[in-house]
Structure formats: C-alpha cells, structure tokens
C-alpha cells in the first residue's frame, strides 16, 4: 500500500513540484496518473523511488516510512518496485536477456531462477525470440516492452510506468496496454500518461494532478482536466 | 571475466595507465623489500658470527678472565661469550693445519693467547663492548668487525627510512591516479550506475564490478612484476653466488621463525609473490572503493 500524506516538493529555485498532495492506492489497484506537463506526475514518481526527498509531509510504503530509511533499505523498497522509464533506460552495451536479467542478478536470484523468469517476461511481453539481440536492434515499441519485461522481472510487487506510450503509434500503445492488462489484479499498477484514449478507454482509478495540486481522485473515472 | 576484459578492452588507454603505475608501484617496492630482506639476513648473519674477539696476554690467570666474562654476562647486552684457554686454541690451531706439518712443528700451547668470543645482543652495543674490554689491564688486543657493522647498520637505517618516504610516495601516487581512472571509467557508466540504483541495486552491488576489474588488474602487475624480479635474480645469481661465497645461509627473523632468503628458495619467492599481490590488490581496491564512493553517495 502506498501513502501520500499532506506530501509537499518544492524545488530549489522556489516553484512547488508537489503541493500538499494526499492519496492512497491500495495493493493490485489500477492507476492512472494523469495532468498536463509539469503538473507533478513525474514528481510523484520520484518521490516513490525516493530519488526525491519531499519538503513537507510523510510517504508510506508498505508501513515504512520513506523519510527514515536508510540507502541499504532504499535499495530493498526499489527491488520491489518495477519502473518503465519514458526515456526506457535500456542499456546498448547488454542484450535484451542480460539487460531484463540484471534484476534477478541484483536480487542475487541463481542463473537457473533468472532464466526462467527472463524467459517468463519476455513471454508475456512477446519477444521470446529476440533476447539475444541488442537493444539498437529493435523498435522502439519493443523496447517499451524489453523496459516492461524488466520491470516485472524478480518478484515485483509495484508496477510504476511514466509515460510509457509517449513516443509510440497508436497500434504499438495499444499493444503495451495489453501488457498492463494482462498484469492487473497481479500488481499494483500506476501509469503516468497523456494519453486521453487508453485512460477513457480503460476505466480504472484516475488521479488528476494540476500545478501540482492533486485535483481529482476518480474510481472508474476519464481523462477529464 | 567476460566483464572484467569486455571493460578493460573499451578503457584501454585507462586500463594501461592503470596497469603501468601499479606495475612501477609494485615493482619497486618489491625491489626495496627484496634490499631490506637481504640487508636484515646480513645482519642476522653477522650476528652469528663472534662479533668482539678478546685476547688475553699469554700469562694472565683465568680467575681475572672469567671475572670479565661475568661482568659482561651481567651487563644484560650480550647474548653469549665463549672462553677459549690456550690449550684449546692450541688444538683449533691443529685442526686448522692438520693437513701441513710444518706448520705444527715448534709450536705449543703457550703461544697461542686465551680469548673471549663475545656475541651482542645487538650490533650496537658493540663499541661500548670494546671500549669496556680495552679498559680492562690484562686485555691485549680487541678485535671486532667495527668498520662492517656500522656501514651495514647505516646502510640499513637509511634504506629503512628512505624507502618508507618513498613507498609513501608510490602509495599515494599509484592510489590517487587508480582512483582518477577508475573515475573515468565510472563516468563513462554513470547511466549504469543510475539505473542500477533506481533498480534496487546495493552499494556493494555496484561496487563489485570495478572491486573485480581491481583485484584482477592487482593480480596481473603482480605476477608481471613478480615474474621480471625473478628473471633479475637468475640473470644476477653468479655474482650473488659470488659475493655470498662465504655465507651459507641468510636469513630473516620473523618472530617464531626463521625465513630463509640465501640460498635462493621457491619459499622465498612464494612469499615475495604473495606480498606483492596482497599489495597490489590492497592499492586497487582501495582505490576502487575511493572512486565508487564518489558516486554512490
């Protein structure tokens, strides 16, 4: 579970990235992070992965408190979180398998268990015959799917995407959604994105945040500014 | 492995200015060490040797020659004394020329004078030893290697001193330039590195590559280092055999045991080996841990 409570960032040059902001999202919710550029979506992200330490109020995680651990407990809370990066933070000098394997490798599962769970994700994402391949090989479809595979590689309990769809066609979007589908009810699932389509289409949880303000929390809700 | 040669060949400039000054590093250190190894085994061996000879006139009583002996004993600096009376260097003298005849003929036992040989606990209380002696009425000539010891314990002294300053100096040297190319080669990964944490991964985790490319690039210079000492020490051995001709054996007290270093022995360079490569490996995980540090902080 996770908990934002009266949570504030601001930067260093004064402007608010997040603003007195409180949600929770229970274990296996769906949700959509929606708003417009430099609404705080990103912010919100950063604040889980705790690359960003906020200036005022309390983030849980799974009954820990984020503002007092320590990096070894960092590194533990981000093991459990799978994050697809807009940009997909792939590395060109590994292939797909060792680029999806380096999870298990940090979570020092044996050869045999990484194997099996890189075969496992590169199947549900449908790229079991490319994991030999170099990631200037492929797409850049496939590589939001290489980017998903690892992140629900290694026993992952939190899906976090941000603006996983941003740079894809429609056909490629839709096919990454199906992904996220697939995965429902499995993990907790928050998608940051722009994309009005997938978010009307799919009626899940919808937090609206504007100016950093979170300014509507929605079950079943739209893409509504 | 894979990842240790896959990281030395794309940083080969990095990797080679690596490589060459912990070999420097290493390399001359080995040399000091070897110095002051063999420096400290002529010492010891020298200490075996009877370091103050005194000889007695001819008629003195040996109440008054045992009377020095024990006050000698008592001065706490000596490690054993060794009366020889006349009739005894009499029959060393026999010993010594058994095989020419000549030599025996018209000599006895008053001739020869009675002795002390006198062992110091240490080199330098060897004057002081001798002065005492000369002072004494009965004393007609003190002998001891004066000259040798004191050159060998300044020579000693200063090689000590010297080469502490200057493997501080390789020290500091060879840690600081690991430590900027092992940053280089850090920059080149930071987006690794970034993702690594985001992903979870411990300090240690992101350390271990470059601790590895460290012991791995400690145990090379090492052995490089360790094979070309050896080479020098064959290359030089008929004029080491030569100037040891003398000495039977060199050795190195350490403590319970003594180490042997001449004649020249696999268990000798076993130990030179593994010093230098618990040295070099010392120096690049030092260096390593410094340069990651920066990063992970």
Excluded at chain 2, 109 to 134: C, G, H, W
Excluded at chain 2, 166 to 187: D, R
């Amino acid at each position: 579970m996770i908990i934002f409570d009266k949570v504030s960032k601001k930067f260093p040059l004064g402007n608010y990235g997040l603003e007195d902001v409180s949600f929770e999202i229970d274990d296996n919710d769906f949700v959509f992070l929606v708003g417009p550029s430099g609404a705080g979506k990103t912010t919100v992200i950063k604040l889980i992965l705790k690359e960003y330490q906020p200036t005022s109020g309390s983030i849980i995680i799974d009954n820990e408190d984020l503002l007092s651990l320590s990096f070894n407990k960092i590194s533990l809370l981000r093991q459990k979180i799978g994050v697809v990066f807009q940009d997909f933070k792939i590395l060109n000098d590994k292939n797909i398998f060792e680029n999806i394997a380096l999870t298990c490798k940090i979570q020092n599962l044996s050869f045999k268990e990484t194997k099996e769970k890189v075969r496992e994700a590169l199947s549900l994402v449908n790229l079991e015959d490319k994991e030999e391949l170099f990631p200037i090989q492929l797409s850049a479809g496939e590589l939001q799917r290489v980017a998903i595979a690892r992140a629900i590689t290694g026993n992952k309990k939190y899906l976090i995407a941000d603006e996983p769809t941003g740079n894809l066609d429609p056909k490629t979007t839709w096919e990454i959604m199906k992904i996220f589908k697939k995965l429902e009810g499995k993990k907790t699932i928050i998608i940051a994105t722009h994309n009005s389509d997938i978010v009307n289409s799919l009626k899940k949880r919808v937090l609206v945040l504007k100016n950093g303000k979170l300014i509507k929390d929605k079950r079943k809700g739209g893409y509504d500014l | 492995m894979k990842e240790i040669l896959l990281s030395i060949k794309r940083t080969p400039y990095q990797s080679l200015a690596s490589f060459l000054v912990l070999f420097f590093t290493v390399f001359l250190s080995m040399i000091l060490f070897i110095s002051l190894t063999f420096l400290y085994g002529l010492l010891n061996y020298l200490e075996t040797k009877p370091q103050v000879t005194v000889y007695f006139k001819s008629n003195t009583p040996e109440n008054n020659i045992f009377k020095i002996r024990d006050e000698l004993s008592q001065s706490g600096k000596i490690l054993s004394i060794k009366y020889i009376s006349q009739k005894e260097a009499f029959k060393i003298y026999q010993e010594a020329n058994k095989d020419n005849p000549l030599l025996l003929e018209m000599v006895s036992a008053d001739i020869f004078p009675p002795s002390l040989e006198i062992y110091a606990k240490k080199p330098i209380f060897l004057p002081e030893i001798a002065e005492y002696l000369k002072k004494q009425g009965d004393v007609d000539e003190v002998q001891y290697q004066k000259d040798l010891v004191d050159q060998l314990l300044s020579l000693t002294n200063f090689i000590r001193k010297g080469s502490l300053i200057f493997f501080i100096y390789l020290l500091t040297m060879s840690i600081l330039v690991l430590t900027t190319t092992t940053l280089f080669k850090i920059a080149l990964k930071k987006d690794e590195i970034e993702l690594l944490k985001l992903l979870g991964a411990s300090k240690s985790f992101i350390r271990r590559p470059y601790i590895k490319e460290g012991l791995f690039m400690g145990f090379i210079t090492s052995l490089f280092s360790f094979l070309i000492i050896v080479g020098l020490f064959f290359y030089f051995l008929p004029f080491l055999k030569e100037y040891f001709i003398d000495v039977p054996r060199l050795y190195l007290n350490l403590g319970m045991i003594n180490f042997n270093i001449w004649p020249l022995n696999i268990y000798f360079f076993a130990f030179v080996y593994l010093l230098s490569l618990i040295f070099s490996c010392t120096i690049t995980t030092i260096s390593s841990y410094l340069a990651t540090n920066k990063y992970l902080k």
